[in-house]
């Protein structure tokens, strides 16, 4: 049996305040997708100058796309407005560590830093599963904060999941 890796830890885990409001306005989305029957995760995209300008929750059973996570939606949505792909200098608030996919989109956007609730011990690639944002061989790194409002997104996770073994 594999052991699981234990997160990067890194001075960043610590809770920064700064982030509050922006988590709840992702906690709010990912309420929104738990009751499409989706995975709860919400994203926002911030501008360097801390104006939301893409937001998105998981969409993936609600519109048969697999690639209808949080912060795919949110980045598109993002791009879209400032009508750009490079997307130097924002930020992602999100949920849930993301996936691969969404660490990739994270890189390939050029973003400056992603800040995420909860772990993802099963699929995360912020430092749970892989750390492929801070990979040395990579041609662009993004700074990772980790654990802002943890609890609140694990909770919705866990009782959504629950809701669905018992539904």
């Avoid at 949920?95 to 995420?116: D, H, I, K, N, Y």
């Avoid at 790194?141 to 609140?152: F, S």
Wanted: with cysteine.
């Amino acid at each position: 049996m594999k052991e699981q890796a234990q997160p990067a830890m890194t001075a960043a885990i610590v809770t920064p305040e700064r982030y509050e409001k922006w988590m709840e306005s992702a906690l709010e989305l990912a309420q929104l997708a738990a009751g499409s029957e989706d995975v709860p995760v919400g994203a926002v995209v911030l501008s360097p100058e801390g104006e939301v300008i893409g937001q998105g929750r998981n969409v993936r059973e609600e519109q048969a796309d697999p690639t209808g996570h949080a912060e795919i939606v949110a980045l598109r949505e993002a791009a879209r407005r400032m009508g750009v792909w490079r997307l130097t200098g924002c930020r992602l608030v999100v949920t849930l560590e993301p996936c691969v996919m969404c660490a990739g989109a994270a890189m390939a956007a050029r973003l400056e830093q992603v800040v995420f609730a909860a772990w993802d011990p099963k699929a995360g690639a912020c430092g749970s599963v892989w750390d492929l944002t801070r990979d040395p061989l990579a041609s662009h790194n993004v700074e990772i904060v980790g654990g802002v409002r943890a609890a609140e997104s694990a909770e919705l996770l866990v009782d959504f999941f629950e809701h669905r073994r018992l539904g």
